[in-house]
């Protein structure tokens, strides 16, 4: 990695790929590990199976699949043979406002207006999309991976500031739980939670992630 410069390598060969190391496998799984280097095998740290593409696919269709699986390098297939490796700081390059640099920026807010001025930067970002003229199904199925995005971090943050201790699921209908979803829709959403004398609880749990997150928007 250190020779080339690069942040992952292969496991197998171009015909067979059998896994693949990450420096953040090396991380986590060795040194934070406290472990020796030279008594660890590659098979030992390495991730399999591996999520791939094919040349014929859209750098669209890489981006989702990143999202969606929260990994930032795919390898690229032709004929069932890896012919390359597509990396999140590809498309960083090509798309500065990339959705996948948006779905990272998601998952580092701290504060509600921090995700709030987020959400309204993802109308420029699909506009951008839209006007290169991609499938409209293609950037449905993206607003509806990154606004679960936008509702995991909300809850998230609604949880940690009111103290619900609780176990429930928070569940998506209607559009978004079709994978259907547009920018500015309806909500139609729910909590699912145990016992009945819990209600009041996630009541205010709703209210404060509703009030909280959609207070000063702006159309």
Request: hydrophobic share 35%.
């Given at each position: ?46 991730s399999y199976p591996v999520e791939t593409l094919s040349e014929d696919n859209f ?161």
């Open positions: 990695m250190s020779e080339n410069d690069i942040s992952y390598c292969l496991v197998g060969n171009e015909n067979r790929l059998k896994g693949i190391v990450t420096d953040k496998d090396l991380k986590d799984k060795v040194l934070a590990q406290n472990l020796n280097p030279k008594d660890v095998y590659v098979k030992q740290i390495k750098v669209f269709e890489a981006v989702l699949k990143m999202i969606q699986k929260n990994i930032k390098r795919l390898p690229v297939l032709k004929d069932g043979k890896v012919i390359g490796v597509i990396e999140d700081r590809d498309i960083f390059i090509k798309q500065s406002k990339s959705i996948v640099h948006l779905a990272s920026q998601i998952d580092r807010a701290k504060e509600i207006n921090e995700l709030r001025e987020l959400y309204f930067s993802l109308e420029d970002t699909v506009f951008t999309m839209f006007k290169t003229g991609k499938d409209i199904e293609i950037l449905q199925k993206y607003i509806s991976e990154i606004n679960d995005r936008f509702m995991k971090k909300a809850v998230q943050m609604a949880v940690n500031e009111t103290g619900v201790d609780s176990n429930f699921v928070l569940m998506v209908l209607g559009s978004e739980g079709r994978k259907e979803q547009t920018i500015n829709t309806d909500i139609d959403n729910c909590i699912v939670y145990m016992k009945k004398d819990e209600k009041d609880e996630f009541l205010k749990l709703g209210e404060k992630n509703y009030t909280d997150f959609t207070e000063n928007r702006v159309s």
